[in-house]
C-alpha cells in the first residue's frame, strides 16, 4: 500500500490520477487485486497487464518482487523489439500493397484525362458497370488479404 502511494504522488500525469484512485479503492475496501486489475481494464494494454498480473501472482506466492519485474521489463522490451523487427520486415508488403491498390485508380483516371471515349464505354454499359463492380469488389478483396498478410501478431 505504501509503494502504491509513493508511485500515485511520484509520477508525472496522467498516470498519477490512475494511481490515486487505485489507492483510494484500496483505502474503501476494495481489494488489492482487483483494483490493480481494474487499472490495467482501464489503461488497455496488454503489457500493463502483464506487469499488473506478475504484481498480483507475488503478492499471492511471495517472492522477490524486484527481480519478478525485472523480468517482466525484460520481457516487454524484448516483445516491443520483435514488434518494431516485424514492422520494418513488413515495410516492403505494406507498401506494395498500396500500390497495388492505388495503381487501378491512377490508370482509371489517367486513361479518362487522355481518352474519355475508350474508358467511358465503362460506365455507359451494363457490362462495364458490371466489370467496374467486380473489379472494385477483387480490389477490396485484394487490399484485405495483403493487409492480413502483412499483419503479424507478436
Given amino acids: 500500500m505504501q509503494a502504491l502511494d509513493t508511485v500515485a504522488r511520484e509520477i508525472p500525469q496522467p498516470a498519477a490520477v490512475e494511481f490515486q484512485r487505485v489507492v483510494a479503492e484500496i483505502r474503501l475496501g476494495r481489494p488489492t487485486d482487483d483494483a490493480l ?3 490495467a481494464a482501464r489503461v488497455g494494454s496488454a503489457d500493463f497487464r502483464w506487469a499488473v498480473l506478475a504484481v498480483n501472482i507475488q503478492r499471492e ?4 518482487l524486484a527481480e519478478i519485474l525485472d523480468n517482466v521489463a ?5 516483445r516491443a523489439m520483435i514488434r518494431r523487427q516485424i514492422r ?3 515495410a516492403e508488403g505494406r507498401l506494395s500493397a498500396w500500390v497495388l ?15 474519355p471515349d475508350y474508358i467511358g464505354l465503362l460506365f455507359t454499359h451494363t457490362i462495364g ?4 463492380v467486380g473489379a ?3 480490389l477490396v478483396a485484394g487490399i484485405l488479404w495483403m493487409r492480413k498478410i502483412v ?3 507478436v
Avoid at 506466492?61 to 522477490?64: H, K, L, R
Fill in 37 to 39: 486489475e481494474a487499472l
Fill in 61 to 64: 506466492v511471495g517472492g522477490n
Fill in 74 to 78: 525484460d520481457t516487454l522490451r524484448e
Fill in 88 to 90: 520494418v520486415l513488413t
Fill in 101 to 115: 491498390a492505388g495503381l487501378p485508380v491512377a490508370i482509371a483516371v489517367y486513361m479518362f484525362v487522355v481518352n
Fill in 129 to 132: 458497370l458490371i466489370m467496374l
Fill in 136 to 138: 472494385s469488389l477483387l
Fill in 151 to 153: 499483419d503479424i501478431d
